[in-house]
């Protein structure tokens, strides 16, 4: 199983910007992505990326976040712009998707990581 390592989380004002990172172990995954879960909140798919560098983003974040991938080094990153207080989560990557790579109609992913935490103050 692949070892999955987030990292960049911290807390930031409201309007600032972050730029997580994802390290994956092992050999190049097909499909990765990000979620994240707030304080009694279901967790929520933001973003994922084929290994053809095909992205799909949910909706509700997708004028203010931005994910990318480099391949050769089996990192994926989420640039987070434009943060709001309720963008306050932890942050996860995943990775290995059941289903089809895309944000509304996966199924699920194999591998997660331990999580990034990010803090938006107003």
């Known amino acids: 199983q692949v070892q999955l390592a987030e990292s960049g989380g911290d807390s930031v004002q409201s309007g600032g910007s972050l730029k997580l990172s994802c390290a994956a172990s092992?050999?190049?995954?097909?499909?990765m992505g990000w979620f994240r879960q707030a304080p009694g909140k279901n967790r929520e798919v933001l973003a994922l990326?084929?290994?053809?560098?095909?992205?799909s983003v949910t909706d509700s974040v997708k004028d203010r976040f931005t994910i990318s991938r480099d391949s050769f080094n089996n990192i994926l990153y989420l640039q987070m712009n434009s943060l709001k207080p309720n963008d306050t989560a932890m942050y996860y990557c995943?990775?290995?998707?059941?289903?089809?790579?895309?944000?509304?109609?996966?199924?699920?992913?194999?591998?997660w990581g331990q999580g990034t935490q990010v803090t938006v103050s107003s």
């Open positions: 092992g050999s190049r995954r097909t499909c």
């Open positions: 995943a990775a290995d998707v059941i289903g089809v790579c895309d944000t509304a109609n996966y199924l699920g992913f194999l591998s």
């Open positions: 990326s084929g290994v053809d560098y095909t992205t």
